[in-house]
């Protein structure tokens, strides 16, 4: 093949990905507020984050945070935050890098997000409880060494994902490259297999309304900065969890879907066993019990909040 012929179709393809990544962008529209409630803004460190409060002021504080995936955001507690604000003043946070908060193009680490919600907490919140999910439920467990939290309800935590790999941070944050594979990583396909396999049990459950707007938040200007660390591992924390927890005084209830892949439940079982800790497991559910199960996740919720109370 003549070298003409290869640059034409090297530059033919770069800029075929150019158009393409720009239809898509154009394509995302306005992320809309999901949740019920009054919207507010919080800036940390030249970040606008933004976060839903309901719920009545003089019921405890409850601070909601979602786990980290493309396109995350506090959507992921949708079903939930209705009934959890007849008991509860309900704080949803989209954390710094997702949903309706600002994306600077920084290297995320899981320092940055454990000092968020330290600082989150203190400014906003008086002594919440904290609910995380995967993740997230790691960064919480870093806050609560350094701030109170009245309680902590970790929703299949880890603090272990992939393969540390720099490298591939670097690749996803490229303009042309990066945003073509990013765009791979958050197309409607990809978020669905991530709900069908790891997500609910039953894929029936799944609403398309919420792979839209999952897509929608994946691709929203910055979008890709965040789950780049993610993808590279580079967001997982230093510490080791299980060790953590067992010397944590904040009391912390596990939540597990019993059938859940990515952090399956003898890993709950684990954690449970080495910290002390009471473990809640919800039957025909995987990562998102809180999701696919709302009404039986409040419940189990509403109860150990109750015997933790009950205990002191």
């Not at 806050?143 to 992939?162: G, M, R, S």
């Not at 965040?226 to 997982?236: E, I, N, Q, R, V």
Request: charge should be negative; hydrophobic fraction near 40%; aromatic fraction near 10%.
């Amino acid at each position: 093949m003549k070298a003409r012929t290869v640059l034409g179709a090297a530059i033919g393809t770069v800029g075929g990905a150019i158009i393409g990544n720009r239809l898509l962008k154009r394509r995302a529209g306005d992320l809309e507020n999901p949740l019920v409630g009054i919207e507010r803004t919080y800036r940390w460190r030249g970040i606008e984050t933004t976060y839903t409060v309901a719920g009545d002021p003089t019921d405890p504080d409850m601070l909601l945070c979602h786990g980290i995936y493309a396109g995350a955001s506090s959507y992921e507690f949708e079903p939930i935050v209705e009934q959890l604000a007849e008991d509860y003043h309900v704080y949803a946070v989209d954390l710094p890098g997702f949903g309706r908060s600002e994306r600077p193009p920084l290297i995320y680490a899981p320092s940055l997000y454990a000092e968020f919600i330290r600082d989150f907490a203190a400014d906003v919140t008086a002594e919440p409880i904290v609910v995380a999910s995967s993740l997230t439920g790691a960064f919480a467990v870093d806050a609560a060494t350094k701030t109170d939290f009245q309680q902590l309800v970790l929703i299949c935590p880890t603090d272990e994902t992939a393969t540390e790999r720099p490298w591939l941070r670097t690749l996803f944050r490229t303009p042309v490259v990066g945003t073509t594979l990013y765009n791979l990583l958050a197309s409607k396909p990809s978020i669905r297999y991530f709900y069908d396999r790891e997500g609910y049990y039953d894929t029936s459950r799944i609403d398309p309304e919420t792979v839209q707007y999952t897509w929608d938040s994946a691709h929203q200007p910055g979008a890709r900065y965040a789950p780049a660390s993610f993808a590279a591992g580079t967001l997982d924390p230093e510490f080791d969890l299980a060790t953590e927890l067992a010397v944590l005084e904040t009391p912390t209830t596990l939540v597990w879907g019993r059938d859940a892949g990515l952090v399956p439940l003898r890993d709950g079982r684990d954690l449970a066993a080495a910290a002390d800790l009471d473990l809640v497991v919800i039957d025909y559910a995987t990562q998102l019990p809180h999701a696919e199960h709302p009404d039986e996740f409040v419940e189990y919720l509403r109860a150990e909040l109750l015997a933790v109370d009950i205990d002191e």
